[in-house]
């Protein structure tokens, strides 16, 4: 699997479609909705991307063992980096 690096909130972006795009080739419908739902949260203040945060890890949560270990992969490192920029702005 590949390592990730971001320079700019574009680049986690790109990232959240690359696995969307992963999931869709494996027709990983529900899993996909659940995802553009949580992204709807996204709203430039702080509160929508704990919003995001919460969507996106129960909707992780909830798929994990439906999701191989690429698609885990990437989802982990989407979290990981949600995670460090909102204890950063704490």
Do not use: C, P
């Amino acid at each position: 699997m590949r390592k990730y690096k971001l320079t700019d909130w574009q680049d986690y972006w790109k990232i959240f479609e690359e696995l969307i795009e992963l999931l869709s080739t494996d027709k990983k419908l529900e899993i996909i909705a659940e995802l553009n739902d949580a992204q709807k949260h996204v709203n430039g203040l702080t509160y929508g991307w704990y919003e995001f945060k919460f969507s996106l890890e129960k909707t992780l949560d909830k798929h994990t063992q439906n999701m191989n270990a690429e698609q885990n992969y990437i989802a982990n490192f989407l979290i990981d980096t949600l995670n460090q920029s909102l204890k950063n702005r704490g």
